[in-house]
């Protein structure tokens, strides 16, 4: 069967005519759009750009993931005797790549809360974030660590801890997730939602920077997981594909407005394993130990050592208490 062959017309193999575009209009338009944006919605814009670059934040997770795992995620060809050197090196160039970015958050903050403009102060914090994150990493490798010996154990397809780390999503997404997380809790909460998304782009997995997560998780597959922002889940829980950890309802103000930060996710305890396609929703707890079958929707508190399956919720529904 041949093959069909698309042949562009003329007008479009023709040499463009510059002095046919629009140009001047174009870029006039958009300037209207852009002032009236900035009028409606940010009335006190910098003379220059103040926001993050995801490029420059993507260098820092690239450099720190391999100062956290020099010989697995650092370059091809470190030798052991030179590990200490180049984690020192890399840390030093990622720190203050970082430093700049947090920064910028916080001179965004400052001008979005009204507050006056201390370049002393806002440099004093930015300090004293870089610090405490610098600080953080020994702990985030040895949860991570964690993390790749629960998919080792977890899978058994998994032939080496080294596999684990080099092509699980679910450790790309933890190594993010882990640092977002650290970054969340010292105050710069858009990196933090920066790094998650860069994650949640490489691997389907999409982890709210807030969410308070313990060693040993096991996201097997994970294309199409999420977990909201104040979820909570305990040490070696299992996650399989596209599971939900969300929120039911969404309260708003007097105003009509969402209500931000308030607590709307699960509650996962510790040692709990959640199958492929399950929603759980709300406010509630999964008790430690608890099974939660592939497909099902989960809004009420299940206890310690429970079992849900769709079997299990049609025989509820049948005897009048809806699981």
């Known amino acids: ?69 020099p010989l697995r995620l650092g370059p091809p060809d470190l030798r052991p005797g030179a590990e200490d050197y180049y984690v020192g090196y890399t840390l030093d160039t990622a720190l203050q790549c970082l430093q700049g970015q947090v920064l910028l958050e916080l001179r965004l903050a400052a001008r979005e809360a009204g507050a006056a403009r201390d370049e002393v102060l806002l440099a004093t914090r930015t300090n004293a974030v870089i610090r ?14 964690e993390d790749v010996l629960a ?15 080099l092509c699980y999503p679910g ?41 308070r997560i313990g060693p040993g998780l096991f996201i097997d597959h994970g294309t199409g997981v999420v977990i909201g922002e104040t979820a909570v889940i305990g040490r070696r829980v299992r996650i399989y594909q596209a599971v939900t950890l969300g929120a039911r309802s969404f309260p708003t103000d007097e105003a009509g407005q969402l209500r931000k930060g308030q607590p709307r996710h699960p509650i996962v305890e510790d040692e709990v ?12 707890t999964l008790g430690r130990g608890a099974t939660i ?28 208490n809806p699981q």
């Open 1 to 69: 069967m041949p093959i069909l062959q698309l042949t562009p017309s003329a007008a479009l193999t023709e040499a463009p005519d510059h002095a046919d575009l629009p140009l001047e209009r174009v870029v006039a338009e958009l300037r209207e759009a852009r002032q009236s944006w900035r009028e409606r919605h940010r009335p006190h814009e910098a003379r220059g750009r103040e926001l993050p670059s995801a490029d420059l934040l993507r260098d820092v997770i690239d450099g720190l993931r391999g100062a956290l795992f």
């Open 132 to 145: 405490e994150f610098s600080r953080a990493l020994p702990q985030v490798r040895r949860l991570l660590d």
């Open 151 to 165: 998919a080792y154990e977890g899978d058994p397809a998994a032939r080496s801890v080294d596999e684990v780390l």
């Open 171 to 211: 450790i790309e997404a933890m190594i993010h997730h882990r640092l977002a997380h650290a970054l969340h809790g010292l105050g710069v909460p858009l990196l933090a939602r920066i790094i998650a998304e860069q994650a949640h782009a490489r691997t389907g997995i999409d982890i709210h920077p807030g969410a």
């Open 273 to 284: 394993v959640i199958y492929a396609g399950a929603t759980i929703l709300g406010r509630i």
């Open 293 to 320: 079958g592939g497909n099902v929707w989960v809004t009420q508190d299940v206890p310690p050592g429970g079992q849900v399956t769709q079997a299990s919720i049609r025989t509820a529904n049948h005897s009048g």
